[in-house]
Nanobody, 133 residues
């Protein structure tokens, strides 16, 4: 299970740090994928950032230079540091995990596309981020 926290309401230009904690089984596979997505009501779920088990990272263009994805050493907690926030960043943010995606570039590609819930094995419940101008 994944549980997100850290969302909230800040003014434009502010910062937030989202966390995603895995409860239950720790990732033990050699090719896991952890990622952040966001979704507005009535819109598709789009990638924000992803990190694979080798530590490789990818970002959607809007996140580059402003957002930073990271994980703790045992990969039980995933973070998304968001700086220079804009009103258009207002969304529900979700973390997702796939414990054994098989390696290759699949994980990093997810951060740069629209995804479906079935694309990942586990999702958090979401945390709301609201940015006021």
């Amino acid at each position: 299970q994944l549980v997100e926290s850290g969302g909230g309401s800040v003014q434009s230009g502010g910062s937030l740090r989202l966390s995603c904690v895995q409860s239950g089984h720790q990732l033990q596979y050699t090719s896991f994928c952890l990622a952040w997505f966001r979704q507005a009501p009535g819109k598709e779920r789009e990638g924000v950032a992803a990190i694979d088990s080798d530590g490789n990272i990818s970002y959607m263009d809007f996140a580059k230079g402003r957002f930073t994805i990271s994980q703790d050493n045992d990969a039980k907690t995933l973070y998304l540091e968001m700086n220079s926030l804009k009103p258009e960043d207002t969304d529900m943010y979700y973390c997702a995990a796939d414990p054994d995606y098989g390696g290759g570039s699949w994980c990093l590609r997810q951060a740069r596309k629209v995804v479906q819930k079935e694309d990942f094995a586990a999702w958090g419940q979401g945390t709301q981020v609201t940015i006021s101008s």
